[in-house]
């Protein structure tokens, strides 16, 4: 018999777990210890490639947790981290080496441009920076020595999509590694695995944990690139605490649910914004009339928590706007079931300069909203009442 494939939605909660019949605990244990006790020196030799000899080389709460990430996003093998961050450098410690190139979209993570502008080129590593949606130019910066295709989609705080089939034709048609971070769309409302990225990346700090209580990093990828980017981990010393494993195991088993819920308020609250005489821009890439709109739906099952939106009014409406907020917490971060809004050049973008942040469209009106999973109708509540806190100005929203 066909063996039944199962949907995400059970793989959220099922994922990782041996069905086996068994007397045993329904969840999995924390394996809160740093060592394992071994008989003899013949199985310690042994136990040095598994999960149980040392938790900085792996932990069977780890694996639990690794391999139900595999299956969420369709990958061989997934690995997981101490941050988002530890995830990104660790996997490009791992597979680059001096001499070689890096064509990266110039909208990613502001730490992942950091590493890649300050510390990788101390390593002999060149790193290219492309207009994120400008397919060309990613293919005009690739040189003979170029290895990785790095992208994020969507974008912060724009929430612009990248077109996945497109990078991976560009990266087939030049033998190179293809590196996505995949954190606002998580697994539920995005594959990239399976549309032929070879390295998925996720700050595990947002949606997979999705309660604002743990940090971690997820890479899922194929086994020979996992085994690599695992040895590199165990010397740079990337793992992560158990108990945090475990957290985050907890929180994927309502990935599904929450996700489904965030994606259906960020879309009526980017509805609510789009037709409010207050607001200058929209940034939801499931709206009507977004010009990426189609692209999104052919790539996503869902637009994602995460919009951004411009007040008709200055920086200082912008802020005062923030502050006014109940139900979103003036908070940095995403991906939780609470609300949260940020002020992007105050946060994320406060290091990128005054006319690059121009040239990105991320101005001192654009306010960030992490949408969470409370009733739709109560955080639009809270934001038409903090929205009289602008001076108005125009009719229409844009929306793009
Ligand atoms: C899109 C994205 N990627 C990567 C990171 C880094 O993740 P972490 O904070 O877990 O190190 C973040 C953190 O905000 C992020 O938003």
Do not use: C
Not at 241 to 269: C, F, S, Y
Not at 272 to 301: D, G, I, N, T
Not at 331 to 346: N, Q
């Amino acid at each position: 018999m066909k063996r039944h494939k199962h949907r995400q939605e059970t793989e959220a909660v099922r994922g990782g777990v041996d069905f086996r019949k068994k007397n045993g605990p329904l969840s999995t244990p924390i394996y809160q210890t740093s060592t394992f006790e071994v008989t003899d020196s013949e199985q310690q030799l042994r136990a040095t490639h598994t999960d149980m000899f040392y938790t900085r080389y792996g932990n069977p709460t780890h694996t639990v947790a690794e391999n139900a990430i595999a299956e969420l996003e369709g990958a061989d093998g997934a690995l997981l981290f101490a941050s988002g961050m530890t995830a990104i450098t660790t996997t490009v410690l791992a597979l680059l080496k001096s001499g070689d190139h890096i064509v990266a979209q110039r909208d990613i993570y502001g730490g992942a441009t950091k590493f890649f502008s300050q510390w990788l080129p101390k390593y002999g590593v060149d790193v290219t920076f492309v207009d994120t949606t400008e397919y060309d130019q990613h293919a005009r910066a690739i040189r003979p020595n170029t290895k990785l295709l790095y992208v994020e989609s969507p974008t912060n705080p724009l929430v612009r999509v990248v077109d996945i089939k497109k990078i991976v034709a560009l990266a087939k048609q030049h033998d190179l590694l293809t590196m996505i971070d995949g954190t606002f769309a998580t697994p539920i409302n995005q594959r990239p695995y399976e549309s032929g990225i070879d390295l998925v990346m996720h700050s595990g700090t947002k949606y997979y944990a999705g309660h604002s209580d743990l940090i971690a990093g997820v890479i899922a990828s194929r086994r020979d690139l996992i085994d690599t980017i695992r040895e590199t981990r165990t010397t740079l010393g990337g793992n992560m605490d158990p108990h945090a494993a475990w957290l985050l195991l907890r929180g994927m088993k309502t990935l599904a649910v929450r996700v489904q819920r965030q994606n259906e308020n960020a879309l009526r609250i980017a509805q609510f914004l789009s037709s409010h005489a207050k607001v200058r821009r929209v940034h939801y890439p499931f709206l009507e009339r977004h010009p990426q709109r189609a692209l999104a739906m052919e790539q996503m099952r869902g637009g994602g928590g995460v919009l951004s939106f411009e007040v008709d009014g200055s920086g200082e409406d912008a802020r005062r706007l923030a502050e006014a907020l109940n139900l979103f917490t003036l908070a940095p971060s995403l991906g939780g079931v609470d609300s949260l809004v940020t002020i992007p050049v105050l946060t994320s973008h406060a290091m990128i300069s005054a006319e690059q942040r121009a040239k990105m469209g991320v101005t001192d009106q654009l306010i960030r909203l992490s949408v969470g999973i409370e009733n739709a109708d109560d955080l639009i509540a809270d934001l038409e009442r903090a929205l009289a806190v602008v001076t108005p100005v125009r009719q229409h929203a844009e929306v793009g």
